[in-house]
């Protein structure tokens, strides 16, 4: 996982699964990552080729966690596959998606 700060925007990439196997690790890099002065958390799903319930809820916690601090959480670029799952569980309408 690589992590990015621009202003108060921590960019997270490198994401290839997020599952009850990786949600922990994953959420825990990201706290540990954030500062006191960023309060948007992008993450670029990109080249996710998994996501289960597991990572659904672990990507709710960090919204939770954006809020906590008048923040959101933005998701770019998801796969296909992804996106279906968003559309799906209605994530999308939680999160901004961003597709460039």
Sequence with gaps: MNFTTVGDTLKVSGIIELSDRTSKLFIDEVRANLTEAQTVIEV?????????????????????????????????????????????????????????
């Design 44 to 100: 670029d799903l990109s080249g996710v080729r998994y996501l289960d319930s597991c990572g659904l809820s672990t990507l709710i916690s960090l919204h939770k966690t954006a809020c906590s601090r008048n923040g959101s959480v933005r998701l770019l670029n998801p796969t296909d596959t992804v996106q279906q799952l968003l559309d799906i569980t209605r994530m999308h309408r939680l999160f901004e998606i961003v597709k460039t």
